[in-house]
């Protein structure tokens, strides 16, 4: 079975930077396309950004764009997640997913797996 750990969440000032990493047991990465979810309070889980099995990078939440940049190291069953300029509106829990076959990357119905997700909050 496989499980999702995050980790590196935490309190940022606006304009500071985070690295989140998700690390993945029980199967190898190299298998899933890895996603990070974030969900703010009152608000629907949204993909923040994706990378697939060949490495490339999706990013879903135009607000993103340009500032999160996502990796993965498939020696050490890690997917990262660099978040550099963080706005308040990034404030949410961010959470790890994997899946293995093709379809809608921004249905979080789709995903095999979950981590519990890791708090960031952004604070003036």
């Known amino acids: 079975q496989v499980e999702l750990v995050e980790s590196g969440g935490g309190l940022v000032q606006v304009g500071g930077s985070l690295r989140l990493s998700c690390v993945v047991s029980g199967r190898t990465s190299a298998t899933y396309l890895m996603a990070w979810f974030r969900q703010a309070p009152g608000k629907d889980r949204e993909l923040a950004a994706a990378?697939?099995?060949?490495?490339?990078?999706?990013y879903g939440a135009e607000a993103v764009k340009g500032r999160f940049i996502v990796s993965r190291d498939d020696v050490a069953n890690t997917a990262y997640l660099q978040m550099n300029n963080l706005q308040f509106e990034d404030t949410a829990v961010y959470y790890c997913?994997?899946?293995?076959?093709?379809?809608?990357?921004?249905?979080?119905?789709?995903?095999?797996?979950w981590g519990h997700g890791t708090q960031v909050t952004v604070s003036s």
């Open positions: 990378i697939g099995q060949m490495g490339a990078g999706i």
């Open positions: 997913a994997v899946r293995s076959v093709e379809g809608d990357i921004y249905n979080p119905h789709e995903y095999e797996a």
